[in-house]
């Protein structure tokens, strides 16, 4: 089935350490996203890619940095610089960033810190 | 900027019922897409329902419909019958072609409660 998968399901982590959310899609869409989702607060946009090899800041990136190496892949790594990362993260994607389809959602990661 | 407001941070329905969320969004667009996600416990999003502005009509699907109401930049979701199942985090958001971006921008959500 077709489907976009987000891995670990939980993840830790220490003080000072990057740590990298892996969002991976077989839906052949072009553009994939990167949500931070907090109580209270709805659905954050951090980073987007439109397609391959790009990928653009959206609204809360400091902390964050992303790559899209991959059409299927587009990874987050939360970065020390990031002080306050204990959320859950969803992944999106679209079949064309071009275009008011509605996105299609991973099953999320929750990051802790330890 | 483009934002979307839900007012009601909880609600609660009893089984059966029928119950109404509420979404006012703010844009001087005129070309644009709202949508209801829904985030049970498992905390998946899954589109409930859709609907293009320059559509009159209200979108529904089974038992979920909306009451679009453009000129006061209202969008609410009625949910008919209401199940166990409809226990979630349900948010509503809004998408426009302003500017290329297509970036879609969500409300803080409503939590809704079905009592047995």
């Known amino acids: 089935d077709g489907g976009i998968t987000q891995s670990p399901k939980y993840l830790f982590r220490k003080e000072g350490q990057n740590v990298t959310l892996s969002c991976e899609q077989n839906?052949?869409?072009?553009?994939m996203y990167w949500y931070r989702q907090d109580p209270g607060q709805g659905l954050r946009l951090i980073y987007y890619s439109q397609i391959v090899n790009d990928f653009q800041k959206g609204d809360i990136a400091e902390g964050y940095s992303v790559s899209r190496e991959k059409k299927e892949s587009f990874p987050l790594t939360v970065t020390s610089a990031q002080k306050n990362p204990t959320a859950f993260y969803l992944c999106?994607?679209?079949?064309?960033?071009?275009?008011?389809?509605?996105?299609?959602f991973g099953d999320g990661t929750r990051l802790s810190i330890l | 900027a483009q934002t979307v407001t839900q007012s009601q941070p909880e609600m609660s329905v009893q089984e059966a019922e029928t119950v109404t969320l509420s979404c006012t969004y703010d844009t001087s667009e005129s070309n644009y897409y709202l949508f209801w996600y829904k985030q049970p416990p498992s905390r998946q999003m899954i589109l409930v329902i859709r609907q293009e502005a320059y559509k009159q009509q209200n979108a529904t699907e089974n038992r979920f419909s909306v009451n679009f109401q453009k000129a006061a930049k209202s969008f609410s979701l009625k949910i008919s019958d209401s199940q166990l199942g409809d226990t979630a985090m349900y948010f509503c958001?809004?998408?426009?072609?302003?500017?290329?971006?297509?970036?879609?921008?969500f409300g803080k959500g409503t939590k809704l409660s079905v009592i047995p």
């Open positions: 839906l052949n869409h072009d553009a």
């Open positions: 958001a809004f998408i426009f072609s302003g500017a290329g971006s297509y970036q879609l921008t």
């Open positions: 999106a994607s679209k079949v064309t960033p071009y275009s008011n389809q509605p996105q299609h």
